[in-house]
């Protein structure tokens, strides 16, 4: 989000690949799985609140089309740091343990741990 000139031409062109006809047609046969999956699991006779439903069943998706991560797998810490990427992102830049920026930075390194650790 936050790039521009030659560093994000070069990233925008590693991530062309994940947006061909071929990738989009792959993703739509796991995806498809899972959204069943999922819809089978709302209550029928309840209240669902949808935003939490929504943010959650995204993130299902979108860890399992791009990261491979198992479906059953405990996502909520990979959400916070996600979501706290997102929120130092548009925050003040100052590297203090209290900030939202220190969130974001903290966010980051759980998430490339995490990755580095499932990477054979």
Do not use: C, W
């Not at 998706?61 to 548009?90: C, H, M, W, Y």
């Not at 966010?107 to 499932?118: A, D, T």
Request: without cysteine; glycine residues 4%; hydrophobic residues 45%.
């Amino acid at each position: 989000m936050l790039m521009d000139g030659a560093e994000h031409k070069y990233h925008r062109s590693i991530m062309l690949d994940a947006f061909k006809k071929d990738s989009m047609q792959g993703y739509l046969s796991i995806m498809s799985k899972i959204i069943r999956k999922e819809l089978k699991t709302l209550p029928l006779n309840e209240v669902v609140k949808f935003f939490p439903f929504y943010k959650n069943f995204t993130l299902r998706l979108a860890t399992k089309v791009f990261f491979g991560l198992i479906e059953n797998e405990d996502l909520q810490p990979i959400n916070r740091a996600i979501s706290d990427i997102v929120s130092a992102a548009a925050a003040v830049p100052i590297n203090l343990s209290f900030t939202t920026y220190r969130k974001g930075i903290n966010g980051r390194k759980y998430l490339e741990r995490y990755f580095v650790s499932i990477i054979h």
